[in-house]
């Protein structure tokens, strides 16, 4: 009898656990700046996680290696046009999970930046996210947010046609919600 509630604690503990750790905010995410050594915006300036609110956010964490994986969504949103007023756009690049060269990921950054106003590009050079905000190393990391900054939903790895259209669906219900009646 005392072995079955031992083990029933240790899995209730380990259950709890695994929850927690799935969900990169569950107890809200920290506040943080990205600047100097650790990263900022690719024009050199800081960038505060404080700028994800007050619209619905999309943040995609990429790691440089696997940026073809989210071309089809940035395509997919691009051919939308969503208003920057109603969905802002961050796209966060892991550079300490590459062997490339941080000057190469900057020079081809500032070209996709200049091309594309609307989106926010970012330099993650210690991996801070990773470590604060338990996002998935070496990978792709999609993260939907409300105008309050709370997770609507999340994607780690790669993604399908099918999860596309479905993720396009639930930003225009998100943004539908974040607009007056």
Not at 96 to 117: G, L, M, Q, W
Not at 133 to 144: C, F, M, P, R, T
Not at 162 to 171: D, M, R
Request: hydrophobic residues 40%.
């Amino acid at each position: 009898m005392n072995r079955k509630r031992l083990y029933f604690l240790i899995l209730f503990i380990l259950s709890g656990y695994l929850l927690l750790r799935g969900n990169a905010f569950a107890d809200g995410f920290s506040a943080l700046t990205l600047r100097g050594e650790d990263g900022g915006m690719c024009g050199g300036k800081e960038w505060k996680s404080s700028s994800l609110k007050n619209k619905v956010n999309l943040l995609l964490y990429v790691d440089p290696d696997k940026q073809s994986w989210v071309k089809p969504l940035v395509a997919m949103l691009d051919s939308i046009h969503f208003s920057p007023d109603s969905l802002g756009i961050t796209f966060v690049l892991n550079t300490d999970a590459t062997i490339i060269p941080d000057f190469i990921i900057r020079n081809r950054v500032r070209e996709k930046a200049k091309a594309s106003s609307d989106i926010a590009y970012v330099l993650d050079r210690t991996k801070m996210l990773v470590r604060k905000w338990k996002l998935k190393d070496d990978d792709i990391n999609v993260l939907l947010l409300d105008a309050s900054g709370n997770l609507i939903r999340e994607h780690y790895g790669a993604m399908t046609k099918e999860f596309i259209n479905q993720f396009i669906t639930q930003i225009n219900q998100s943004i539908k919600k974040g607009e007056p009646k």
